[in-house]
């Protein structure tokens, strides 16, 4: 039953579901005190606000009106800047010192801009200047008291909208550029209604997410061993990264290459209104390799070549093991190879692998000192999101603190904008320097285990793994093969098999299956096939 008071507001699938949300609240009347000595003056501005639903308590100065916000809780307050006695600065301040969080509105006949300056320096929400019209004042406190609402049910309407389209997208889906265009509109809906208050419609937004993911890992199983082949054409992934975005800016002026590891599309788009100031943002996206994990999908971008090309070259680099620092050691070699490979030259490149913001200061320095040289490329990689996200699992702090994709999204918030990265993109912005911003793979919240059978010297890590005697017992929850050259792996003994989990499945074993169970569900992994791990975001960042 929807509660009395709320709005329900119901639309359907194309397969038939029918979705109810209750979706605005009816609210009580709110209050306002307005004080100015010409209140007699300004009677059809206060019935008029009257008339539109407000309680507007109408005084002639600013004691009184300190004395009535003593006595009554008020919305907002709409203050003459001239007053005899108290002027409104003065019951400003007072004001503020009581309640901090009073909204005001400052009214006055002065067009001064000192004088609008130390009204908006004392947190008014808003400056208005006389003579206004009741129209104008209606336009203010709306703004103020229902601005939030308007925007709450506005952003309800829009998705209920365009909700039969997304389903359609999403079940026609069939190609790299649609399953990407269903996958960035879900994620742009899925932070509108989470920032508008309206979380009754993220359940309807989690479903078609649900929806897309057993989709596009059936699509992926099919099309991504032709991609490893050439028999069709292919999307940017990793490997063609640098080729396409840094090759081009390649110039007299040192431009950066900064990869920010494990970066949801989600976490992009919650960062990139901070750089949008100082930067023109070109956004696009790309896929990550599989597995979607750092020793692989990181090579590949700085390499520009897929696993077993880069076992064929440097065999001394390569094991079977899936070790982070074993296999993301040569970064920068890669990365002097590619361009030597794409330019035929020697273009210089200082490299940086940040692990902590205590280094800061440091790499700043670093990186001052590397701008000194033309023609170069300033690679680096931030590995914060990455050990947050692992670090996630094994810490019931950090667990709470980011426990689902929104919170995630604002820890990842709020970390960035006190950051190494983004001070270092500032300074890069403010000298004229060109970056390219990416990532090497995403991450999905992963809640259903599913049993996998495999030998001890497997890979460990819970999204994919590969070894001998391997298989999934649920085939459906894994794409399986035996063949290296469907991953582009170099060939491993015989018998080697790799499994590669779907939809948000992690792989545990028969003989630890409750002890994975409750160590990992709930989990944020990457290294599967899912939307959120495979598609992600790079953008061009032009100084504005």
């Known amino acids: 039953m929807v509660n009395p008071g709320f709005r329900a507001d119901a639309f359907a699938s194309p397969d038939g579901r029918v979705y109810v949300c209750q979706m605005t609240g009816m609210n009580q009347a709110k209050r306002i005190l307005w004080a100015d000595d010409e209140i007699e003056l300004l009677r059809p501005h206060v019935l008029f606000l009257q008339q539109r639903g407000y309680k507007v308590d109408a005084i002639a100065n600013g004691d009184d009106a300190l004395a009535l916000l003593r006595e009554n809780p008020y919305d907002l307050v709409l203050l003459d800047e001239h007053m005899p006695g108290r002027s409104g600065l003065e019951v400003l301040e007072s004001l503020c010192r009581t309640d901090p969080h009073v909204r005001v509105v400052m009214v006055t006949k002065s067009e001064e801009d000192q004088t609008m300056r130390e009204a908006i320096g004392r947190r008014v929400q808003d400056y208005l200047v006389k003579p206004t019209s009741p129209r104008q004042v209606l336009s203010v406190v709306t703004r103020i008291l229902e601005g ?29 550029e649609e399953f990407a265009a269903v996958y960035t509109e879900l994620v742009d809906w899925h932070i509108r209604l989470e920032q508008g208050g309206e979380t009754g419609l993220l359940d309807s937004v989690t479903q078609l997410l649900i929806d897309l993911r057993r989709d596009f890992g059936e699509w992926i199983i099919d099309v991504y061993p032709r991609w490893m082949r050439e028999d069709v054409p292919r999307p940017d992934l990793s490997v063609d990264i640098v080729e396409k ?34 930067f023109e943002v070109e956004e696009s996206w790309h896929y990550s390799i599989l597995p979607t994990a750092t020793p692989y999908a990181r090579n590949a971008i700085f390499s520009g070549r897929f696993p077993d090309q880069i076992a064929r070259d440097r065999p001394q680099w390569w094991n079977q093991s899936d070790d982070e620092g074993s296999l993301n050691a040569f970064e920068d070699e890669l990365l002097l190879d590619q361009l030597k490979r794409l330019t035929g030259r020697s273009v210089p490149v200082h490299y940086q692998k940040i692990f902590s913001d205590r280094e800061a200061n440091q790499v700043r320095a670093r990186v001052n ?70 990532t090497d793979h995403g991450s999905l919240l992963c809640q259903r285990p599913t049993t996998v059978f495999a030998r001890k010297d497997a890979t460990s890590n819970l999204r994919y793994k590969f070894g001998q005697d391997l298989r999934a017992e649920t085939s459906s929850h894994a794409f399986g093969t035996g063949n290296h050259m469907d991953l582009r792996f170099p060939k491993g003994r015989i018998g080697t098999g790799y499994v590669v989990a779907l939809e948000d499945f992690f792989f ?12 990992y569900r709930n989990s944020f992994l990457h290294g599967g096939i899912s939307p959120e791990e495979m598609i992600v975001p790079v953008a061009r960042l032009t100084p504005r």
């Open 148 to 176: 939030a609402s308007i925007r709450q049910q506005q952003v309800a309407q829009d998705f209920a909208d365009r909700f039969g389209t997304l389903a359609m997208m999403r079940e026609e889906a069939s190609s790299a």
């Open 245 to 278: 975005y840094v090759l081009p800016w390649l110039g007299e002026d040192p431009i950066f290459l900064v990869v920010l590891d494990c970066m949801r599309l989600d976490q992009w788009r919650v960062i990139s209104p901070l750089l949008s100031p100082f």
């Open 369 to 438: 000192s590397a701008l000194r040289i033309r023609n170069s490329v300033i690679a680096m990689v931030f590995n914060f999101v990455d050990l947050m996200t692992h670090g996630r699992s094994e810490s019931p702090v950090l667990m709470e603190v980011a426990k689902d994709e929104a919170a995630l999204r604002s820890l990842t918030k709020s970390w960035f904008e006190r950051s190494a990265a983004y001070q270092v993109l500032m300074e890069a912005a403010a000298r004229g320097h060109r970056v390219i911003f990416t």
């Open 508 to 519: 545990v074993y028969p003989t630890k299956l409750r002890e994975y169970q409750q160590r």
